[in-house]
């Protein structure tokens, strides 16, 4: 299948400084992207949809400006966590997917995941 | 009432067994399904897609009721390496939804 790569797989910071994931879609264009945050023992929450070369749609409850998602190439897409705090501590993870008819029905691709410590 | 509820568990079953998971979803519009396997600390990893049909892989039995809005996963002759957390994915128009997953523990 194909393949998503994420960077960091892991991540500690202090509080108050900013982190950026990446999320690399390695042998397929992915149109769209996702990003996901998941607590201990709790199910994957979507935070955002990513379409290549336009703002990012976030979830309700999701600031935007703490969590800026740059989606410029079919490929890529990063996900900035802005002035982090021990409450953002986190495993984030994306997904890709290549849509049909504008569509979320196709398989979503995973990374990996990027745990984030917030210390 | 979570648009997609799965019972947590977890389900203990020993080797050999014959397991069923069900999910239930909200939104009447929804148009497909999936299930995903997650293993600890691991990114969800597609286990199939549930069709109207429904479908068999190997072991593994999705079905899709779409009447009384539920989609079943049923896993026979269970393995130690099915033990993971089972994730219901609804999509339609331009959402996806997770369910919280059920975990599975299968026991020598």
């Known amino acids: 299948g194909a393949v998503v790569s994420q960077h960091p797989s892991w991540v500690i910071c202090k509080s108050g400084t900013s982190v950026k994931i990446e999320c690399r879609s390695l042998?397929?264009?992915?149109?769209?992207m996702f990003w996901y945050r998941q607590f201990p023992k709790q199910s994957l929450m979507l935070m955002a949809t990513?379409?290549?070369?336009?703002?990012?749609?976030?979830e309700q409850g999701v600031e935007k400006d703490k969590f800026l998602i740059n989606h410029a190439s079919l490929t890529l897409s990063t996900l900035t966590v802005t002035s982090a705090h021990p409450e953002d501590s986190s495993f984030y993870i994306c997904?890709?997917?290549?849509?049909?008819?504008?569509?979320?029905?196709?398989?979503?691709?995973f990374g990996p995941g990027t745990r984030l410590t917030v210390l | 009432r979570k648009e997609v509820e799965q019972d947590p568990g977890p389900f203990n079953v020993p080797e050999g067994a014959t397991v069923a998971f069900n999910c239930t979803y909200s939104?009447?519009?929804?148009?497909?399904f999936f299930w995903y396997r997650q293993d600890c600390r691991k990114e969800p990893k597609l286990l199939m897609s549930?069709?109207?049909s429904g479908n068999e892989d190997g072991r593994f039995t999705a079905q899709l009721n779409r009447a009384s809005q539920y989609i079943s996963l049923l896993i026979r002759d269970s393995k130690l390496s099915d033990s993971a957390t089972y994730l219901c994915?609804?999509?339609?128009?331009?959402?996806?939804?997770f369910g919280a997953g059920t975990r599975l523990f299968v026991k020598a």
């Open positions: 990513s379409n290549e070369g336009s703002k990012a749609t976030y």
């Open positions: 549930v069709y109207s």
């Open positions: 042998d397929f264009q992915a149109t769209t």
């Open positions: 939104n009447s519009a929804s148009q497909s």
């Open positions: 997904s890709a997917s290549v849509l049909a008819g504008g569509h979320s029905y196709n398989e979503q691709f």
């Open positions: 994915v609804v999509a339609g128009g331009f959402k996806t939804i």
